[in-house]
């Protein structure tokens, strides 16, 4: 296989059939050994983490599948860590999609003198930021997208309603065991004319509490697979 691209939490390869592998990594985002999905540098490395990144992002992808929501998943090898899907076109360099239910994290650092941590963003608020680590991953909006011709505002709107619906999506299936989405980070492409969900839906990528502790990605993944 083609290594196409090293990511801090995945290996990109090209297969011969024209679709690509996804090589899935224990390293997590996050900062001074402690998890945080905000973060935009590898923080961690939390063994077996990779494959229950995997597992999770077959479970909800299946999910989405049977809710009619188009994504770029074809089909994964747990034990190797792998998951082959569909090519997509990332927007610009890539660009990040956070859909926040809860305030914390970056928003705090950002918005913290107009909002309290742990306040709750009634109906979600979605974000985007270029993936770029040495800019710390800059925020950017749909009219800048637009403008700097990475995205219209039609393919934004179609990227939104997505991520909202995602997310609820998610969110309520965490809810039946007891636990609340605070955030979640998502990746689109661009394939056949269509913005489609590519990259995981992984432990990794939300920030889930349980009575109002966070839960570690490798203890979410055991409570969502082993119910």
Not at 8 to 28: A, P, S, W
Not at 31 to 36: E, I, N, P, S
């Amino acid at each position: 296989m083609e290594l196409i691209y090293t990511g801090k939490t995945k290996d990109v390869f090209k297969l011969e059939n024209g679709n690509v592998m996804l090589k899935f990594k224990d390293d997590c985002t996050g900062k001074d050994g402690v998890f945080d999905p905000g973060e935009n540098s590898v923080g961690l490395t939390i063994e077996g983490i990779g494959k229950a990144n995997l597992q999770t992002s077959v479970y909800y992808f299946e999910m989405l599948k049977a809710a009619g929501i188009k994504t770029h998943y074809v089909s994964a090898n747990v034990e190797d860590a792998t998951m082959e899907v569909l090519p997509g076109k990332v927007f610009g360099h890539g660009l990040e999609v956070i859909c926040r239910l809860v305030a914390t994290g970056s928003f705090i650092r950002r918005y913290g003198e107009y909002i309290a941590d742990g306040t709750p963003l009634e109906g979600g608020y979605v974000e985007c930021t270029f993936k770029n680590d040495e800019k710390g991953d800059p925020l950017v909006t749909a009219e800048g997208l637009a403008a700097l011709g990475i995205m219209s505002e039609e393919l934004f709107k179609s990227m939104k309603e997505q991520t909202l619906k995602i997310t609820k999506i998610v969110a309520d299936d965490l809810k039946t065991i007891g636990l609340d989405l605070w955030d979640i980070k998502f990746e689109f492409g661009y394939n056949n004319g269509e913005v489609i969900l590519i990259d995981e839906i992984a432990s990794g990528n939300m920030r889930v509490y349980k009575e109002g502790t966070i839960v570690d990605p490798v203890e979410l993944t055991k409570l969502i697979l082993n119910r």
